[in-house]
């Protein structure tokens, strides 16, 4: 009877350390060409379902920041990283404070902006990355207000983190 109720115990402990490891919340958006994935938490991004000009949109769960990623079925040379975001955002003024500058993440050397837009008199900031990679170029950037981005800061980086090369 002993040795039963130890098999028991013993069994009882492998499904709780199995039910531990799954409630770990994480969903995994994979890029259309199938080359990349990003790995987020739902608790703190939300996908949007439709997109009509990003490959997959994102925002957090006060709706404040917003995420957008695409994959390029090109490549965007260096020389070129600040014309292609200054047109980006043209048809919504001129940006400021243009900043790029080489990033690691997740093992990928990235090409990582910061900026910010005067926009009927509230300061957006955007940041985000352009890399160069199998398959042509992929970009993933943040905006919304600057108080917005400067308070969501680590859950922005949890995002960035999130990318990765699938084998």
């Known amino acids: 009877m002993s040795k039963k109720l130890i098999l028991l115990f013993l069994l009882s402990g492998f499904f709780a350390v199995g039910q531990t ?3 770990s ?4 958006y994979t890029s259309r060409k199938g080359i ?30 917003n995420a957008y990623f695409i994959e390029y079925d090109y490549f965007i040379p260096e020389k070129k990283l600040k014309s292609t975001i200054e047109e980006q955002y043209k048809e919504y003024g ?4 243009l900043k790029i500058f080489k990033k690691k993440l997740n093992n990928i050397e990235v090409n990582y902006f910061t900026c910010e837009l005067d926009y009927n008199d509230f300061l957006y900031k ?10 042509g170029s992929i970009q993933l ?25 699938i084998n």
């Open 36 to 65: 990349y994935e990003i790995k987020y938490n739902p608790e703190h991004w939300i996908q949007n379902p439709q997109s009509e000009n990003w490959d997959a949109e994102f925002h957090d769960k006060y709706n404040l920041v």
């Open 141 to 165: 950037q943040y905006g919304g207000q600057a108080e917005s981005i400067e308070q969501n800061q680590n859950t922005i980086n949890e995002l960035d983190n999130g990318i990765s090369i």
């Open 21 to 23: 490891k799954n409630n």
């Open 126 to 135: 955007y940041q985000g990355y352009i890399y160069n990679g199998k398959g």
């Open 25 to 28: 919340k994480s969903e995994t």
């Open 94 to 97: 001129k940006i400021k404070n």
